[in-house]
Structures are given as C-alpha cells and as structure tokens.
C-alpha cells in the first residue's frame, strides 16, 4: 500500500488543477460541463460537487481529462439562483499515485432556469423563445434546444412551460 502524499498549495502553483470553467464565483450561469486545467503530470482525476462545501459528494471518479459531462451525470437540472461547489482531486499514477492534489473549492451560482434568454428575469421573451421550440426533440448537446427544454429532459413540453410559470416574473435574488 503507497501512503498517498498530499502536497500544499501556493497560489497558481501549475502542479495544481486551476483555472475553473465556470469561473469561480461566476454568478448567472448554467454550465453543462466543468472543465479546468490540469496540474502538471495529472494522469486521473475525481471530481466532488454539492450545495455544501463541506460535504461534497462524489460526482465522477478517474477522469482521463479535465472535464466532466455534468448534467449527464446527474441526470437532472441545476436548480435554479443556487450556489453550487466543486473540488478536484488528480493523482499521477492510476492505480498507485504517489500524490494526489486537490484543487481550491470552487464554485459558481446559476441562473433561473426558466430564464431562457439569460436576462435575469422571466418574462414573455421566455415564453416565446420556449414557445418557437415547442414539442422540439430531442434536445442535447449544449443548448438544450436553445434553453427551451428547461428540465433538460431533452423535449420541450408542459414540464418546461410549468417551471415557466412556477418563475414568471421573478429575478434571482
Ligand atoms: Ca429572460
Ligand atoms: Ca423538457
């Protein structure tokens, strides 16, 4: 068994996972995919998100790149106005790493969902951006039929008109 060295950070230290997609504290936002930069000599990563940065949960483990297919891995939407964290542990060797670093605990807050157009308000823009994609499917990709398959459950339908309705006329705080 290899005891696992965990090294301390300094500030850009290029031996570290940095420079977060979304950037960290980004505000508004609705990624589908968190990327970063790798530290140097990263060869796997695991990647920890939740709504409490204390107690992250395992989101995907042993990535072979910087990236992960977030919203595919949950299976669900973000919710919306919420701040969301994540931290990024890579090691070298796969399967006896001789060190592992951990990233910053990042983070970013997303957008209504229901604010198709990215105004920060819900409105009748919204409801005719939705409407021009009505019954569209399937939504993928990135742009979820351009954000009108609000649920992302890759159709738009009655369940994204009702979470319009449920954030008509509201702003996130
Ligand atoms: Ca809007
Ligand atoms: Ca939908």
């Known amino acids: 068994m290899?005891?696992?060295?965990?090294?301390?950070?300094?500030?850009?230290?290029?031996?570290?996972?940095?420079?977060?997609?979304?950037?960290?504290?980004?505000?508004?936002?609705?990624?589908?995919?968190l990327t970063w930069d790798s530290g140097l000599e990263a060869k796997k990563r695991d990647v920890y998100f939740g709504t409490d940065p204390e107690d992250l949960a395992l989101l995907a483990e042993d990535l072979l790149s910087p990236s992960v297919d977030l919203v595919n891995i949950l299976g669900d939407y973000l919710d919306s106005c919420t701040t969301y964290y994540w931290q990024v542990v890579e090691?070298?060797?796969?399967?006896?790493?001789?060190?592992?670093?951990?990233?910053?605990?990042?983070?970013?807050?997303?957008?209504?969902?229901?604010?198709?157009?990215?105004?920060?308000?819900?409105?009748?823009e919204d409801f005719s951006q939705l409407a021009s994609h009505w019954l569209e499917s399937p939504c993928a990709g990135d742009s979820w039929c351009s954000g009108a398959d609000i649920n992302r459950s890759k159709e738009v339908n009655k369940e994204d008109l009702d979470l319009l309705i449920l954030e008509w006329l509201y702003t996130c705080p």
Do not use: Q, Y
Request: hydrophobic share 35%.
């Open 2 to 33: 290899t005891t696992l060295i965990s090294k301390v950070r300094v500030p850009n230290d290029p031996n570290f996972p940095g420079f977060p997609v979304p950037d960290d504290g980004a505000t508004g936002v609705d990624p589908n995919i």
């Open 91 to 124: 090691t070298n060797e796969p399967n006896t790493p001789t060190w592992e670093r951990a990233s910053l605990v990042w983070s970013f807050t997303t957008k209504m969902m229901a604010d198709v157009n990215g105004d920060n308000f819900v409105s009748l």
